[in-house]
């Protein structure tokens, strides 16, 4: 069978059990209401989604968008639980890819069977070192205005603050370091 005819066979039962099995509606308005059945997610239904892919030479800032996107496309393609990190993994290019085949070959097919939760903590640790976070901290720190571009400033302090949350822990450290950063003029 074909997810298309199994489709098929769904449709054809919800639309027998929303008639009284001869094609003419129930009298009984509160008897049923329509139920919209999820479509499983494909990798194809994934793919249109254009999730982002990892070299593993982005650095922690590529590895966040890649994960900030990865999540965005599997809330959007509705992508089941079990195929997350299948179709995550299917974007990793260069020494990413190449990690990730270690992965497989020393834990087998249990490789596929990780929860996605459990391959960004694996991703993160490769990707994260604790001495790179340190050095951000220390950017996010020192960051200032460099002349008047506040849109440079900005981006930067959001990709830093996006890994650095120890350091800006809730909304409020956030706005006092980001005003912190700006020359008086601007202030």
Not at 158 to 163: F, G, S, V
């Amino acid at each position: 069978m074909t997810p298309e005819s199994v489709q098929a066979m769904i449709d054809q039962t919800l639309l027998q059990n929303s008639t009284n099995g001869d094609g003419s509606h129930s009298s009984h308005e509160d008897n049923r209401r329509n139920v919209q059945t999820a479509r499983p997610c494909f990798y194809a239904d994934f793919m249109k989604c254009q999730p982002l892919n990892f070299k593993g030479t982005e650095g922690v800032v590529g590895l966040t968008r890649w994960i900030e996107k990865m999540e965005s496309v599997f809330n959007i393609s509705g992508c089941a639980i079990e195929n997350q990190v299948k179709f995550a993994t299917c974007t990793l290019l260069g020494a990413a890819l190449t990690w990730w085949n270690g992965q497989i070959r020393s834990l087998g097919p249990d490789a596929y069977s990780m929860t996605w939760e459990v391959l960004k903590k694996k991703m993160t640790d490769k990707y994260y070192p604790q001495g790179e976070i340190k050095k951000l901290e220390i950017e996010l720190w020192n960051l200032k205005v460099k002349g008047n571009d506040v849109p440079t400033y900005t981006k930067r302090f959001q990709e830093l603050t996006l890994i650095c949350t120890k350091f800006v822990a809730n909304e409020t450290e956030k706005i006092e370091k980001y005003i912190s950063g700006l020359p008086d003029n601007i202030y």
